[in-house]
């Protein structure tokens, strides 16, 4: 089945640490996104990416970076500048003709050790 | 502007009600409003979508209408059922930039109760 894949479901953070969160998809989408979802504040755009090698900043980059070498694969790493990391991390793929909608993965919930 | 405002944050309906969750944009240049339900531990589920072009699209017990001139649109979930407890988001893009980022509202925790 054709699907979006976040990984791990959990994970902890320690000061001063960096964590790299994994989204893989195999729909053969275009685009990626990542939104880090807070209570009360639905989802803010993090990072997206329309095509290998290129990624745009969102609405809230800062304290984060991602990469997009392959077509399926696009891991954030959340740096120890992201100084409130605590939230539940969602990946999300299209494809690239404008009116399909965004897949979603299950997310990732980081935690502050 | 690029804000999207969703209202109630959190709704109680009894089984075989109506739950209706509103939403307002302010940039008139969005083109498309999809809807989203998410369970507790997974991620959001497209529901249904629509475009600027018509007032009202229907899919089973899930209704979009759409008020262009109020910058305006709302979900109505007729024959609540317990198993739409969930949270559910609006959303707004500009499909031809950006990416079509979306941008999100805040979120409507619904309860049916039985």
């Known amino acids: 089945d054709g699907g979006i894949t976040q990984s791990p479901k959990y994970l902890f953070r320690k000061e001063g640490q960096n964590v790299t969160l994994s989204c893989e998809q195999n729909?053969?989408?275009?685009?990626m996104y990542w939104y880090r979802q807070d209570p009360g504040q639905g989802l803010r755009l993090i990072y997206y990416s329309q095509i290998v090698n290129d990624f745009q900043k969102g609405d809230i980059a800062e304290g984060y970076s991602v990469s997009r070498e392959k077509k399926e694969s696009f891991p954030l790493t959340v740096t120890s500048a992201q100084k409130n990391p605590t939230a539940f991390y969602l990946c999300?793929?299209?494809?690239?003709?404008?009116?399909?909608?965004?897949?979603f993965g299950d997310g990732t919930r980081l935690s502050i050790l | 502007q690029q804000q999207v405002k969703q209202s109630p944050q959190s709704l109680i309906v009894q089984k075989g009600g109506i739950s209706i969750i509103n939403c307002a944009y302010e940039n008139t240049a969005f083109d498309y409003f999809p809807w989203y339900q998410q369970f507790p531990g997974k991620g959001p589920a497209l529901l249904i979508a629509?475009?600027?072009?018509?007032s009202e699209k229907k899919e089973g017990r899930f209704t979009i209408s759409f008020n262009k001139s109020a910058k305006q649109f709302s979900l109505h979930i007729m024959d609540s059922q317990p198993g739409d407890s969930a949270t559910y988001f609006c959303a707004a893009s500009r499909l031809y930039n950006q990416g079509g980022k979306l941008i999100f509202g805040q979120g409507t925790e619904l309860s049916v109760k039985p």
């Open positions: 729909l053969n989408h275009d685009a």
């Open positions: 999300a793929s299209k494809r690239e003709v404008s009116n399909q909608p965004q897949h």
């Open positions: 629509i475009r600027p072009d018509v």
